[in-house]
């Protein structure tokens, strides 16, 4: 498939809907996800039609009917679709995240430790995030990589938290001699 280009607001909706299916694992609701993204569901509404014609939504009928995102929508966000993905613990504000997982860490300017920052790219909402809140990432299944840091912005678009790193710590084998 094609790369698309989404507006930011159909980037921030579907990562929405991605989000809330993997928690309930079933439709949501449009309701739900206007409630995610603070806007009215009308809008979310008229999203949807312009998704689905995209061929990133289908929409389930009945009672317990809603949205479901496709396998094009997780190219579409790039996001690994994984039955069994690895559990990478988000700690915000000292109280573990639940329905949230770590996708990836990326790092910048680690040789400068006083701008030293981090991109987490989160699975799961981040409704209840704030600019100055503490966040502790991991640790990794495979470097038992943690990271702590506060936070500096918020992307919602694209679901990642700006850390100013202020602890690192991996378990590291004595360098050869």
Do not use: W
């Not at 739900?32 to 061929?55: H, W």
């Not at 990478?88 to 920052?117: F, K, M, T, Y």
């Amino acid at each position: 498939m094609s790369a698309i280009d989404l507006t930011p607001s159909q980037r921030t909706i579907l990562t929405a809907l991605v989000n809330l299916s993997r928690e309930t694992e079933s439709a949501v609701k449009g309701e739900d996800i206007a409630e995610e993204v603070n806007r009215n569901p009308g809008t979310i509404r008229n999203q949807m039609q312009s998704l689905k014609a995209l061929q990133l939504v289908e929409g389930v009928p009945g009672p317990k009917g809603g949205y479901k995102p496709t396998t094009n929508a997780y190219e579409a966000l790039d996001i690994d679709q994984m039955d069994e993905p690895a559990s990478v613990p988000l700690i915000h504000n000292d109280e573990l995240v639940d329905g949230a997982n770590v996708q990836e860490v990326d790092l910048s300017s680690v040789h400068h430790p006083e701008q030293c920052r981090a991109e987490i790219h989160v699975q799961g909402s981040l409704h209840d995030f704030d600019e100055g809140d503490a966040v502790t990432v991991g640790p990794t299944p495979l470097s038992q990589l943690v990271v702590e840091g506060t936070i500096d912005g918020i992307d919602d678009t694209s679901n990642i938290l700006i850390l100013r790193i202020e602890d690192m710590v991996a378990p590291a084998d004595e360098p050869a001699q």
